[in-house]
């Protein structure tokens, strides 16, 4: 270990600095993640509680770094218990990222061709959004990209059916048992109805935007997936993807959306597309 400074009895090297640009990053995204929330007060109490324990520490206060030393032993046991929901979502964030990666690997070894899966049929998507905007119905329709979104598949109904714009209709209408949450999409065919997805904790969302857009906008900042939505109150039509929505599309700009987050090309569309960007690191 290669010595870069000495301040007082304390010796400093590369390996140090390291590690102390490692955790404080670490911490940084830690708070970013529990920003606007209580669990940043219980999250910035324990930091402060194992400050103290490491001044104790280095002061050599054997009792008192004794019973702080429990108290952080069941402390940290405690932290994961209150923070279960932030631990998932920050799984979720990493487990997306790693799939990504995992994609590219698969791709690159692949003998197919890179990034190949199941062609889109996208005219019954485009039809029967056609009508859900005509009639106000609210629609919400998630597209899988490397992954199945399993986990969210089996909180709605089973459905396993061939894509068609008569089944997406009678999915939604207002009477209809499954129109009550999401549909999800893989491989080009319908897996599950009425499914559950996570609601966005993102603060800049404007409050006009309701549920619909919170979880298609919450999903996309933890999944590589696509989301299309359709507002109740006005018809209109919008996309998530990447944390980020594009709203108040028209046909042409929904088939080219959909293409160009579906299958990542750089297609351009109109440049009158409005959208507004929710990044999960504001």
Not at 52 to 69: D, Q
Not at 91 to 110: P, R, Y
Not at 178 to 189: E, M
Request: a positive charge.
């Amino acid at each position: 270990m290669s010595l870069l400074f000495k301040i007082f009895f304390i010796e400093v090297s590369w390996i140090d600095i390291l590690d102390i640009l490692v955790v404080s990053i670490i911490i940084y995204k830690l708070y970013k993640l529990l920003k606007g929330g209580v669990a940043v007060k219980i999250f910035l109490g324990i930091l402060f509680t194992y400050a103290v324990f490491l001044i104790v520490k280095a002061s050599g206060m054997e009792l008192l770094h004794s019973i702080l030393g429990q108290f952080m032993g069941v402390g940290f046991l405690a932290a994961f218990i209150l923070f279960q929901q932030e631990i998932r979502k920050f799984l979720q964030m990493l487990g997306k990222n790693t799939a990504q990666n995992n994609n590219l690997i698969k791709d690159w070894f692949s003998k197919t061709k890179p990034g190949a899966r199941t062609e889109l049929n996208l005219a019954p998507i485009i039809d029967s959004v056609k009508i859900f905007s005509q009639t106000n119905t609210g629609a919400l329709i998630v597209f899988g990209k490397t992954s199945e979104l399993r986990f969210y598949a089996e909180s709605g109904d089973n459905l396993d059916a061939e894509m068609s714009k008569r089944l997406l209709i009678s999915i939604f209408q207002k009477n209809s048992p499954l129109h009550d949450g999401a549909v999800i999409v893989s491989n080009g065919r319908i897996k599950a109805a009425r499914c559950i997805i996570p609601v966005s904790e993102n603060d800049k969302i404007p409050a006009h935007m309701g549920l619909r857009h919170r979880a298609a906008i919450g999903l996309t900042e933890v999944t590589d997936a696509v989301v299309l939505i359709v507002s109740e109150e006005t018809g209109s039509v919008s996309i998530a993807y990447n944390g980020e929505i594009y709203y108040n599309l028209n046909k042409s700009e929904i088939r080219g959306k959909l293409r160009s987050f579906m299958y990542d090309s750089d297609e351009q569309i109109a440049d009158e597309v409005k959208n507004i960007r929710f990044e999960t690191s504001n």
